[in-house]
Each structure stands twice: as C-alpha cells, then as structure tokens.
C-alpha cells in the first residue's frame, strides 16, 4: 500500500464513524477529510460539520445528493419492482454506490490516496462501498477499520468514544444500529437481536403504530410517467419530494412497515426492522398499473428476472455490467407504464382502489362477462386440447 496522507471517510456523525475518524487520525497519522451525503437524514445532519471538525477533521463536506439518490437510484430500482428476498425494499443497499461515488468525488478533488468506511465486518455495506471504489477508482486504497483494529465490539467503541471526548449517540433507550435515508430508516440490534422479540416502541420513528393510525382512511392517486411516479394528487413533485411526501402520509397511517430475518452475503441471518412508508405506496401503485400497460410476457420474462436484479443491488453490484444490461431491459418493459392509480392507505396496509392509462391493454370488450362480439368462446376448445396434449400423449392408443 502506498504512503496514506490523505483520506476521505463516509461520515454520519454516529458511533462508528466518530471513532474511527479519531483512530484513522491516530493509527495512520494521516489528513482526514470527511464527506457526509445528505440522502435526506433531516436532523440527524443538525451540527454533524461542527462535529466531524471537533472530532479531528481537517475538512468537513457535506454533499446534497437527495434529488440524484431519488432519481438516478431510487427510481430505477422501483422500476424495477424488485424486493430482496420478495420483502426488502434495499433502502440500506441502494445509497450505498451513491455514498461511495460522492467519497471518490471529494478524493480527487482533495488529492487523496485512500477513502474510509465504517462498514462492519460482519455486514454487507463492507461490499458495497468496497465494489464501487474497485468499479469507479481502483487506484484508490480503501480503509475498513472494522478489519483492522483491536475493538471487538461497539462497547469498545464506546469507551473509545469517552476516552476521547467523542459524545456518544448510542443509549439504553435507544441501543439500535440505524441507517435513516429519504426511501427508508433500519433497525439492528438491541432486543431484535433475539427473532423473537417483538420491536421495542422506539423502533417506530416513521411509520405509526397501525393501532395508533387514524381510523379514517386517506385516498391518494399517483401519476406515472415511463414507470416513475411524478405527482401526488395532481400536484407534480420532483422524485425527491414526491418521496418525502409519500413518507409523511404513508407514516401517518402506519404504511410500510417490514420485520424479517435475512441473509447477508456474508453467509449470516440478521434481523431488521425497516420503515419504508413512500416506497411502499410507490411499489403498490406501479405493480397496479402495470397490470394494465404490460404484455403479459413482457411482465412474467422481467418478474423471473427480479430476484436476480434483487441480488445485484443487495450484494453491492450496482456498477456492474450485468445490472445495467438487466436495467436496459427494465427501462424498456416500463415505456408504457404511464397513467394513474388510486389508492386507500389505512391501518398499516395499501389498498389499489383504481386505475388508468393511456396505453391501457384493458378492454372491457373481451373481458365482460356480457355479451359480446369479439370473442368466440368455441375457439377455446381446440386451444385447451392442444394444450393438453403432451398431457393426453402417453395415455393415446
């Protein structure tokens, strides 16, 4: 490894990245530079430069990416409709390649040799970060102090942090690792390390409780453009706003809530607690309206295709050739996804109450079970033997 003198690390202001602000400064007698992403924490950033600088910072960067996570990440994920493991909407895995890429950014601009994460050992942001730096910069170095130093726990962490004056965001109240971002806010640890456990009431920071949720149902309509949501009510928003929007009414009513055990690339199960109130309704609505704008083979050749695009965003391939050949096929099926869905958001779930479209492939015509003069149902006859007949074959004398 060449000589570091400069290094720029992904800073949230939390435990982990503290510390190790504080032990870079120490073990490799190096600049730090630190570069926050504002990806729509909101007070979590309040003082978060004063902080980094207190903490041993030469430079302290703050960068608003939330348009660009929302338009260049969020949205072609959610074209996508994919969900890890059929549950998770990736809010953690999506901001990773963006945080990445912005660290890369303000090491060319600031000469330096290495960039630093915080990312666990154990985890799977390690991945994410590590593969974006080796697909946009391999020339740089990059740091994971989880690798390298003597703590073996966030109790070290925390005895580190008070022996250097660093303060400590992590209390009996409230003991989780969490990651909050504009598409969603995780949990880990504390109780929900047993799976058994139910999630303490400070796991609900976004979304009510649905026993706590008014007992008026609200109806929202979402317009769509090419697969992207671009107005809530008719009112239209730019993608990071639209999202903000969806989380404040979605949370209200208790939406997008997800308890679940996963498994982390890594070969472990771990188990989180996610709060994705806009991102919910955004996946609700689009699935509708794709059932009235998509081929039905177009439709099932993309949704065999999901767990795979599922996978490349959750293991850290998002500068990959084969997600963007997957996206280029995505981006294709969602050409005719324009229109508009209303829904019912009540008690914690998302109910489609209709939908429509311009390029609608409904046609009232063909399915009524009125009459009709388009379909003639006699045709079915010889379409359901020649179905059947690989079935019929080896029973034929």
């Not at 992403?37 to 600088?53: M, N, R, S, W």
């Not at 404040?248 to 890594?266: F, P, T």
């Not at 311009?358 to 149902?377: C, H, M, R, V």
Request: charged share 25%.
């Amino acid at each position: 490894m060449k000589k570091i003198e400069k290094v720029v690390l992904a800073y949230s202001g939390g435990l982990d990245t503290s510390v190790i602000l504080k032990w870079l400064r120490k073990t490799y007698a190096c600049e730090v530079v630190t570069m926050t992403a504002d990806l729509g924490q909101e007070e979590e950033l309040d003082g978060i430069e004063d902080k980094a600088l207190a903490t041993g910072a030469s430079k302290a960067y703050i960068l608003d990416l939330r348009e660009e996570f929302a338009r260049d990440f969020i949205f072609p994920m959610m074209r996508s409709g994919a969900l890890y493991e059929g549950r998770y909407m990736m809010g953690t895995s999506i901001a990773r390649p963006l945080i990445a890429k912005g660290q890369i950014e303000i090491a060319r601009k600031e000469g330096a040799q290495a960039v630093a994460h915080g990312a666990t050992g154990k985890g799977n942001d390690q991945v994410r970060f590590e593969l974006t730096v080796m697909a946009l910069a391999p020339d740089l170095n990059t740091i994971a102090p989880w690798r390298e130093w003597d703590f073996k726990s966030r109790t070290d962490l925390v005895n580190f942090a008070r022996d250097n004056d660093i303060p400590v965001p992590v209390t009996k109240e409230k003991p989780y690792s969490s990651d909050r971002n504009l598409l969603h806010l995780s949990f880990e640890g504390g109780e929900l390390e047993d799976p058994w456990n139910e999630p303490g009431p400070q796991s609900y920071q976004l979304a009510a409780p649905p026993e706590k949720a008014p007992d008026e149902p609200l109806v929202v309509t979402i317009d769509f453009e090419r697969g992207d949501p671009v107005a809530i009510d008719g009112e239209a928003l730019s993608p990071a706003a639209l999202i903000a929007k969806l989380n404040k009414l979605g949370g209200a009513h208790g939406v997008g809530r997800v308890d679940m055990v996963e498994n982390r690339l890594v070969g472990m199960k771990s188990r989180g607690v996610y709060e994705t109130p806009g991102g919910t309704i955004i996946h609700a609505a689009h699935r509708d309206l794709e059932g009235v704008c998509l081929d039905r083979e177009v439709m099932h050749l993309r949704d065999g295709l999901l767990p795979r695009y599922a996978e490349m965003v959750y293991y850290g391939f998002w500068y990959s050739p084969e997600r963007e050949a997957l996206q280029a096929l995505i981006d294709k099926s969602q050409e005719r996804v324009t229109g508009t869905v209303r829904l019912k958001l009540y008690k914690g779930a998302v109910y489609p109450l209709g939908r429509k479209s311009p390029n609608s492939l409904y046609n009232a015509n063909l399915a009524t079970f009125e009459e009709d003069s388009i379909y003639n149902q006699a045709d079915a006859e010889g379409f359901i033997r020649l179905m059947g007949l690989r079935l019929r074959a080896g029973k034929m004398e």
